[in-house]
Structure formats: C-alpha cells, structure tokens
C-alpha cells in the first residue's frame, strides 16, 4: 500500500511495544511499524523494530489512529488506537505475529478481521468483516462496501464509475448479465470481492496497457461453497392481474457450475441488467467500422423491457462452466431462451422551425409489439504449454420482431390553421439469423516482452423481413380548403445478408526496459447484400403485384481493406504513454442489381492515436487520450432505399458525399482513499468534426419534408462533456456530490418549400444537472439512500428564436429500509421529476411512490412473505423530451402503474460445509 505523508507539527504523544514470534521464541528484528492517520490512511510516522524487536515512536499528534506491523513471511498486524490527553502513550506490549503459513487470514486487527486489503492494482474486500443477513445475497453484501453503491435497480457504482462486468471466480456467469450474479448469489457463499479495471485481452497479454480497461467486480466463493446445490423460488400475484414468477437453480461442484433459471412475469421483470437498453436495440441500420468496412445492424439477440407500455415476459437459460486437466482447459457455456409482448399507447408533441413557418404536430400512436429470441454462446481457453495459449468463441442466435401499430398526426401551422391529416398503419414481421466466431491466438516468445498475438473472427447475418403499409396523407390550404388526398396500401419485403471476416496480426518488441513499438496488421472482408421490394395493388385493389421503383432497390457490396499500424508504449515507474497510428486502404464495388448501375470506391482511413496515463498511487491517476478518424458516408447516406413508414418524412441519398474527420479527446481523474472511503472522480470530453455530413431538409406546402444528405465544409461541428462526483463518509453517513455538463451543436439547411426560403439553421443543445446524495447503512436496524439535484436544458435554434425550448427542472429519487422485532422489514423508494414548460411544450411532473413490508420465516429466514404497492399516487407517465435539427419533440407514453403485489419467495441451499464465520 502507498501513502502519501502528512506534515504538521508533532507534539508530545507515544507509543511503544515490541514485535515478536512467541512460537520460534525470536524477536523480530526490522519489522515496519507503521501509524496511520484512521481519518484517511494516510501515514502519520514510521520506525522499524531493534535487535530485541522494540520499537518506540515519539511526537504524535493527539487523534484516532491505526498501527500496522510488517515484516516479510509473516501475516500483516493492524490496530486501532486513541492518543489524548487522558491517555498520551499507548503501550501495545508483545505484540505476537504468526506466519503466513501458519495463518489462512492476510491481515489480522485486533478484536475483528480487516475489511479491505490492496493486492496492486486491486482493491479486495473480505465477507467476513461485513454483516451478512440469513439469505442475503450478493448485492446487500456490496451494498456496506465503502465507495460502493447499489442502486434499488442493481446498478453498481464503484470509486465514481459504473461496473459493467460481475464474474464469478473469474469466469463470466450467464454472459454480460451483472444481476444474475449479485442478485441470485447467497453472500455467506462469499469469500471475498475484489474490485479492478480488467484490462482487454490483448493488453492482459503483453502487459502493455492500451487504456481499455472495464470497471469489474470478480466474486471469490469460499472453498467449502462451491460443492453442493442452491436457488430461490418467487411467486407473486396481485391486482389488475399482474404476476411474477421465478425460480434459479445452481449445482456447485468445486471448479463445475451448473446453473438454470426462468422468469416469467408482467410486472417489467426479464432479469436483465441495467445497461442493455444501450448494448441492444431494434434499429436496423447498415453501419461503418472503425477500419473503413461497412455492415448491416439488425439490433440486439436479447430481450429488454425500457419502460414503454405494458409488457408481459416469459425468458429462461442455463449455464456451464468448468475447468478441466488441472485448469488446461477452461469452457464456458450459456443458452438463453425468451419472448416478450408490449403493449403501447404513445403520444408525441413536435414543433418544426422552418425560416417563415412553425408547424406544431400532434400524433397519437397505439402498438403491439413481440419480441422471441434464443441464443447459444460458448468459449473454450487451452492452455497450450506454457507460453502460449488459445481461445476459441462462437454464438449463434435466432430472433422474431413482430409490430403491429396505428397512428394518427396532425399538423397545424403557426397561426393554428390546420395544414395536415395523417392515418398510418404498418404490420411487420422480422427474422433474424446470426452466427459470430473467433480464434485468439497468444505466444510469448523467449525475449521477455516480445510477443505474438493472432486474431481470426467472424460472422454472418441473414435478416429477412415484410410489412404492409397503408396510410392517408389529407392536406389543406391556407383558407382551409382540403387538398386532394394521398393514399397509400403497400406490401414491403426486405432481404438483407452480410458475411465479415476479420483478422488480425499483433507483434510487441521492446525495444528497452519499459519502451516497447507494437505492430498490427489486418485483412478484412466484407460482403454484403440488400434486397428491398415495394408493391401496391393493381387495378381493382387486388394483390399487390405493381412494383414500386421509388421504394424498391436491390444491391450488393463486396469490400476489401488492409491496416496496418504502429504505436510506441513507454511504460515506467508511474508513467504509461502511447501514440502511433493506423490506417487503412479499402476499396469496395457496390452494384445496384435493380438498375445495373454500379459504384466504385478507393480510400484511405487514417486512425491517430496517443494517451497518457500518471498513476500518483495506487488508487489516484490522470488519464488523457486522444484518438482520430476518417468517417466515411455510409452506404444508407450515400444510395438510401425510400422508406415511407412515415408518409411525412422521405430521405434521399447523395453519391457526391466525401468523408469527415472525427476529433475526440478525453481526460479524467481518479482519486479513492479506501479506509476513510473517499473519492473523487473527474473527466471531461471534447469532440469536434470537420467536413460533416449534415441533413439538407425541404417541406413543401402540405407539410411533407424530404431530406437529403450533403457536406457543410464550411463548419465544424463540435460537442464536450464534463463530469464531477465527490463522495465520503462523514460520521458514519456517506456523502456524494456529483454534477455533469453537456454541449452539442449540429448544422443543417432548412427549405421552406412554400416560398422556397433555404437558411443555415444552427442547433445547440446544453445540458446542466447537479446533485447531493446521503446514504447510510445501520445493521439490523434501517438503512437509507436520497439523492437530489437541479436540472436545466437548452435547446437552441438559431431559426424562429421566439420558441427555442429552454427548460429547468429537478430530479430526486431514494430509499429506505427498516427492520423490525420478529423478522419484520418495512421498506420504501420514491422518485420524482419535474420538467417546466417552454413556448411551445407543456411543463412534466411525475412523482413515483412505492412501499412494501415483509416477514421472515424459518430458522434461515428462508421463507419470506412481502406485500408492494407500486406506484401508490398512480402518477406513472413516461416522459421523453429531445431537440434534432431544429425540430423539438416531447413524449408521453404508458407505462406500469399502480397496483398491489403479494409476493411469496424460498431460499434454497445445500451447499458443502466449509471454513466460515
């Protein structure tokens, strides 16, 4: 552990003792006494023991402080202790160490064992230190780290930054799945948690850091748990006919993990994690990689409930993992099955600022939607012979996007007169295939830091798709007078496949200790296909057999690229520096089967790259990169297919696009102090691109816009992002404070077809919030969590300035749990939020209100009977509010409301029974 010294002036305090090893009779001779300031671990004054293995320490301020005794072999000592006026000198005596072979415990503190030790870049806590409730599972455990907080969503936020990655005894359990772990695993299964940022692979491997690291909690079970079976049972039924059911079932045998597990439910519950709502969508977009390729993206193979309508969900896997031939092979299995059906109701509120025109649009929009997935993956690690290894993945997943929804718009001009009528209906059906595949190949040669790494990956997307559209666009005239109508009755297919090999060679040289040049090659191949059809009825309103030629296209993509790359890492004492850059050569032909028009294309991507890493302790860094890319316009930019799913909106490629350069760079610091649980986190962002792609827009008199995609050489569009959080404990209450800042401007030309008015319309969006955060937990008495703060939000268009949409607002949220005689426990949360109005939107207030109360049953508590009441004010109300191009939109959209639970739920174990206490 690293400390940083602290001077003031000493006065006339003492202490003294003597370290020694009762069982060999020795006096230990140079044993490190350390005397800790207990506030912050930080290092008040240091000795080392004489012959005879006293030590004595003059001058100490008067003050709370910890003693550590070290010496090599032997187990760490530590204790607290007071010096004041009553007691100036503290006589410790013989104070006994016991070697670390002697000893399972690292650290030993006098009366209670040490709760956190710091292995490196590691901070570990010990389970033993910590309250542990009968059934307890993972998350409560964490929940009384200190710089650790849980949020009543399983959201885990550690030294600042959210962990996104949870293992168990370093393996991945049911994937990238964080509350399947910390809310299913028992805590008196725990041994230990450590916290680390997990390096990627290739940085793991050379020992060269790359700067890509991801905030993770590895959970270490104890050795006498890992043999036997575990699980809980949860069923719940309450009024307006919502339900819960769940089971997980877990079969431990030393290094083999079985587990399974099913929920089924119409309450928002899929088991999920926080953050897949950003991992997974439903877009279906063709997108550009890093190296220049380009792809098809069909969305996620998981199910997500995001808090739109009204759900119900039934999902289920199973897990393997095990190590074999003492650890030479390591294999890691999941298989994931689900469906999930949303029921919506939405209505949305627009303003569009065109140069001489506002058009306010109201629509209101009702759907169904369902979603079935299942997806196999697994991953074996051979550990070849000593120097080298290999590591194998494959996934393969299925899944059906069904949609059926009707809308209805309208759009009124500025002085209200009517300006449009709009009826849509769409029903689609969507299936997706998707199978990806890697080789990772890792040898460590004789020289030391001399290494070779080999990657071959890739996948194949089949995505096949119809839908029917019918819609009816009704405009007006000024005077009001009806224009005649546009219908439409269309029945779309869409056929779309990609298959993508990628590779990639890395050599590392060190070139002298702590310098070292990286080298990478890659070859890559991309072959894409994109069939989309439109027909509307013949003569008569028969079948739909007249094909579309505006909204049909049929074309392929086949593409190459090569990249090379060379990147300088220095990396001494607390220093780590890298820069180098990459580039790529990729040429691609795209023929357009339906017109025999056929486009080549030749470029260069250029990648530069540089960081910088300071690490003043173990715990405290400064970090600052800055990264660069070629964007080149994507397929969809450059020959779009006319997608009239919204009959007011239509897009149209430009061919003439030419590339743009994307500029980010970042810096942050972290600093934590673990005994007085501490820390401090600060980062900021600035990003800037020249020549941008912007949206050239038109709307014509019925208030149908058409966009079209074009270079803006002449601006930069630019954004940055700031963020501030600052948390201790303060007389046993942890304290937090947090703030964030965000700017974004963006460019686009706005046409008003009326009277053919183009201007450059300039929109900025800023965003400001604040906040203050106390939590404490008290054993078996209560615990509580408030966080609240101001918001403030403007979006800025430099068109129709009277109705920019500037807006304050505030958010707080927080819980409480209290916990009774006889194993009752009442608990409750509450959020609210409140947006205020603009000129052209109304103000949002919401507050969410839920309680519930349990009893415990059982000798283990394992039996537990709750009752919820969700949404006791019956205010729930989705909310959405966003500014794009000079148009300004609110949402508002059903959701989970109030209702009664009763929930019945069983704790399960028989596990083996092992060294705990």
């Not at 410790?92 to 160490?97: A, Q």
């Not at 977009?285 to 390729?293: F, I, P, V």
């Not at 380009?294 to 897990?319: C, E, Q, R, W």
């Not at 707080?812 to 409140?834: K, V």
Request: charged residues 20%; aromatic residues 12%; hydrophobic residues 30%.
């Amino acid at each position: 552990m690293l400390f940083s010294l602290t001077g003031y002036a000493q006065s006339n305090y003492a202490i003294k003792g003597s370290a020694v090893d009762t069982s060999e009779k020795k006096a230990l001779h140079n044993t490190t006494i350390m005397v800790l300031n207990a506030k912050d671990s930080t290092l008040s004054k240091f000795t080392r023991a004489a012959a005879d293995g006293s030590f004595a320490i003059n001058n100490l301020n008067a003050g709370k402080f910890i003693l550590v005794l070290s010496y090599p072999g032997y187990a760490d000592y530590a204790e607290d202790f007071t010096l004041d006026d009553k007691a100036p000198a503290h006589n410790f005596g013989k104070i006994n160490l016991i070697l670390k072979s002697r000893l399972l415990k690292d650290v030993i503190i006098k009366g209670q064992v040490t709760a956190i030790k710091i292995k490196g870049d590691t901070t570990e806590f010990n389970a033993k230190a910590y309250v542990i409730q009968p059934n307890d599972k993972v998350e409560d455990l964490i929940r009384q780290f200190p710089g650790i907080q849980v949020d009543k969503d399983g959201k885990i936020t550690a030294q600042g930054q959210t962990v996104s990655k949870v293992l168990l005894d370093g393996e991945e359990f049911f994937g990238d799945d964080p509350t399947l772990v910390t809310k299913n695993i028992r805590a008196d299964m725990v041994d230990k948690v450590q916290l680390y940022d997990k390096k990627s692979d290739q940085a793991t491997f050379t020992g060269i850091d790359d700067d890509k690291t991801t905030k993770t909690l590895n959970i270490k079970l104890k050795g006498g748990k890992k043999a036997g079976s575990f699980g809980k049972a949860i069923a719940a039924a309450g009024t307006d006919k919502y339900y819960q059911g769940q089971l997980m079932y877990n079969k431990f045998q030393n290094k083999e993990k079985i587990s399974v597990y099913g929920i089924g439910s119409n309450n928002g519950t899929t088991g999920l994690n926080w953050d897949d709502a950003q991992k997974y969508g439903d877009n279906n977009n063709m997108e550009m990689t890093d190296d220049g390729g380009m792809y098809f993206s069909y969305g996620g193979d998981d199910l997500y409930y995001n808090g739109h309508g009204l759900p119900k969900a039934i999902t289920g896997g199973v897990h393997y993992d095990n190590k074999l031939d003492k650890d030479k092979y390591a294999v890691n299995g999941n298989y994931k099955i689900g469906e999930l059906t949303i029921d919506g109701n939405q209505n949305t509120i627009s303003q569009n600022n065109l140069p001489d025109l506002v058009i306010n649009s109201k629509s209101s929009q009702v759907d169904h939607k369902s979603t079935f997935r299942q997806k196999l993956d697994a991953k074996i690690e051979v550990k070849l012979d000593t120097t080298a290894n290999l590591k194998i993945t494959a996934s393969g997943s299925y899944k059906n996007n069904k949609n059926n929804s009707l809308s209805t718009d309208t759009s009124r001009r500025g002085d209200n007169s009517l300006l449009n009528l709009t009826t849509t209906s769409n029903v689609s059906n969507n299936d997706d295939h998707r199978f990806d595949a890697s080789v990772f190949y890792t040898k460590k040669l004789k020289k030391k830091g001399r290494t070779l790494s080999v990657l071959i990956g890739g996948n194949t997307d089949n995505n096949e798709g119809t839908s029917f559209l019918k819609s009816n666009l009704q405009s007006f005239q000024d005077d009001g007078t009806p224009n005649a109508a546009q219908p439409t009755d269309q029945h779309k297919t869409s056929d779309n496949k990609s298959q993508v090999l990628n590779t990639n060679i890395t050599y590392t040289e060190p070139i002298v200790k702590g310098i070292n040049l990286v080298f990478n090659y890659g070859f890559n191949i991309d072959h894409a296909s994109s069939d989309q059809l439109a027909y509307s009825r013949g003569a008569g309103g028969g079948d739909y057999n007249v094909l579309v030629d505006s909204l049909s296209n049929f074309f392929k993509l086949n593409q190459h690229s090569h990249q090379v790359g060379i990147i300088l890492n220095y990396n001494k004492g607390k220093t780590v520096i890298n820069i180098g850059t990459k580039a790529a050569d990729v040429s691609f032909d795209q023929i357009n089967l339906y017109t025999g028009n056929e486009l080549k294309r030749q470029f260069i991507n250029w990648f530069p790259q540089a960081s910088y890493v300071y690490k003043f302790s173990q715990q405290s860094s400064f970090r600052a990169n800055y990264n660069g890319n070629t964007q080149q316009p994507s397929i969809s930019q450059i020959q779009p297919v006319k997608d009239n799913t919204n009959p007011l909106y239509v897009t149209l490629g430009n061919p003439n696009l030419t590339p743009s350069f994307y500029n980010h760079f970042r810096m942050s610091y972290n600093s934590y102090k673990v005994i007085g649980g501490e820390n401090l986190y600060i980062s900021g962002d600035y990003g800037f691109t020249t020549n941008p792609i912007v949206n050239n827009t038109s709307t014509d008199a019925t208030g149908k816009t058409t966009s079209q995609y074009f270079n803006l050489s002449s601006k930069i569009q630019h954004s940055y992002y700031g963020y501030f959080n600052y948390g201790r404990k303060i007389g046993g209450i942890n304290i937090g404070i947090n703030s964030n800042v965000s700017s974004r401007t963006t460019y686009n030309i706005v046409t008003n077809g009326v009277n053919a008015v183009s201007q450059l319309n300039t929109t900025k969006n800023n965003s400001y919030q604040g906040g203050l955060s106390v939590n404490k937990y008290v054993e078996n008495k209560y615990d509580f969590y408030v966080t609240a703060g101001p918001t403030y939000t403007v979006n800025q268009s430099s068109l129709q300035t009277i109705y920019n949409s500037n807006s304050s607002g505030f958010n707080s949220r927080g819980w409480a749990g209290l916990y009774l005689p006889h194993n009752w426990q009442i608990g409750s949360d509450a959020e609210y939020t409140y947006t205020a109005k603009t000129a052209a939107l109304p103000q949002f207030k919401r507050t969410l209100w839920n309680a519930s109360i349990s009893k415990a049953f059982l000798k283990e508590k394992s039996f537990k009977i709750m009752g919820t009441v969700n949404d006791i004010l019956n205010q729930n109300q989705g909310f959405n509010r966003y500014a794009n191009g000079g148009i300004i939109t609110e949402q508002r959209y059903t959701t989970i409301k109030r209702y009664f639970l009763l929930t019945l739920s069983y704790d399960f174990s028989k596990m083996s029974a092992g060294a705990s206490k």
